[in-house]
């Protein structure tokens, strides 16, 4: 394959070092994947990749990433979040041993479908923000890796099937990517001063 163009069907499987998740059958439709990567070797060059008709959002954890999106680059590093905007062609140009990160896709919804169930102006809110991000990386709130952590937690410990695991886990996914579009919109100076706060403390 040439590795300058996307794979059409790259797919994403549970391995002993990377951590796959679908929130759809808890009724989430909009958050078809949600990952954890934690890789214990190197790993080889990834393929560039798109998927279609979603956005895909990563908060690195651990590792000195390089992130390449539609043709840019981007460094990636702890504490930042890579949004890969709508249907973008993209990849971590490396996986190094040790790195680790959270990650999620957000399909857009169909042409009168809601999302999370909310009221149709709130959808609209939710999705144009989101549609709205910056490219490329940002800094990150404290919110964003906490309600990642939610998520897996509620996902692996909550009876399936239930109402109440269907409404926590889709409040939690509404917290998350409100976290995401408020982290987006912190200054890069404030967010610095928090993180200076955070060490003296």
Not at 160 to 185: E, K, N, P, Q, W
């Amino acid at each position: 394959m040439n590795r300058h163009r996307p794979d059409r069907q790259f797919s994403y499987m549970d391995t002993p070092e990377r951590r796959v998740l679908s929130l759809e059958g808890d009724g989430v439709d909009c958050i078809p994947v949600l990952g954890y990567d934690r890789y214990q070797k190197n790993w080889g060059e990834p393929p560039l990749h798109v998927h279609k008709g979603c956005i895909e959002v990563s908060l690195c954890l651990r590792g000195d990433l390089m992130a390449e999106a539609d043709g840019r680059t981007y460094p990636f590093r702890p504490g930042t979040v890579l949004v890969c905007g709508l249907n973008a062609v993209h990849r971590i140009r490396a996986y190094p041993k040790g790195m680790s990160k959270y990650w999620f896709l957000f399909k857009m919804p169909l042409r009168g479908h809601s999302v999370l169930d909310l009221p149709p102006a709130e959808a609209d809110a939710l999705v144009g923000a989101l549609t709205h991000l910056p490219d490329g990386t940002f800094g990150v709130t404290e919110d964003v890796k906490r309600l990642f952590n939610i998520l897996f937690k509620l996902y692996d410990e909550l009876p399936r099937g239930t109402t109440m695991r269907r409404l926590r886990i889709r409040s939690a996914v509404l917290a998350l990517l409100l976290a995401v579009v408020d982290a987006a919109t912190v200054p890069a100076r404030d967010r610095a001063e928090v993180r200076l706060e955070r060490l003296v403390r």
